[in-house]
């Protein structure tokens, strides 16, 4: 008698572990983005979106035609809550690690001199060697610490995903973001 009024529930179950996620799936890359002063810089992000799981990385260059790579960021989060509001999705994650890599002698050697602006209050770095970031502010961009819980939201159209903030605002304001940032990530083939 008990089992038979327990079967909905675990068909019930059983569909929602089976039930398509609601973020866009995939992965996604930025074009060469100009950044810095004057937009002497350039930049390249990628997205991963499996699951609850959200990995990005940002990769900077000397030059805003992204040719000399000088420092990559890796990020991990998990996303812990998502919701549908007309025609994006917003969405709350809980931030993991923030990997910042050197990749030039000569970035490592600014860092190094500059600890407490661009060296994100860090000393000893060395090139190719990745160091936890989260928590610290590396010019100009400041990471939460482990585990904050950020707020933002995304836009899927047939050309890829907008997100509000990501990838290059990483503060922990209240409320979701009603506006898109206008960096599209398209979708990108395994």
């Not at 930025?30 to 990995?55: P, Q």
């Not at 890796?74 to 999705?89: A, K, L, M, P």
Request: aromatic share 8%.
């Amino acid at each position: 008698m008990h089992t038979l009024s327990l079967l909905p529930l675990v068909i019930l179950a059983s569909n929602a572990a089976y039930a398509e996620p609601l973020m866009p799936q995939g992965n996604f890359r930025t074009e060469c983005l100009e950044i810095g002063k004057g937009g002497r810089h350039g930049l390249i992000a990628e997205v991963s979106i499996e699951g609850d799981v959200i990995s990005a990385s940002a990769q900077t260059y000397a030059h805003n035609d992204c040719d000399v790579p000088t420092v990559r960021a890796d990020y991990r989060g998990v996303i812990t809550e998502t919701r549908s509001n007309g025609d994006r999705i917003e969405f709350t994650q809980e931030t993991g690690p923030f990997l910042y890599t050197l990749l030039s002698d000569d970035v490592t050697t600014y860092y190094n001199a500059n600890a407490e602006s661009a060296g994100c209050g860090l000393t000893g770095w060395q090139t190719g060697v990745p160091r936890d970031a989260a928590g610290k502010t590396c010019a100009p961009y400041t990471f939460p610490e482990l585990g904050t819980e950020l707020k933002d939201s995304v836009w899927e159209n047939r050309n890829g995903i907008e997100f509000a903030r990501l990838p290059l605002i990483w503060d922990s304001a209240a409320g979701y973001p009603e506006q898109p940032s206008g960096i599209l990530f398209t979708r990108i083939t395994d």
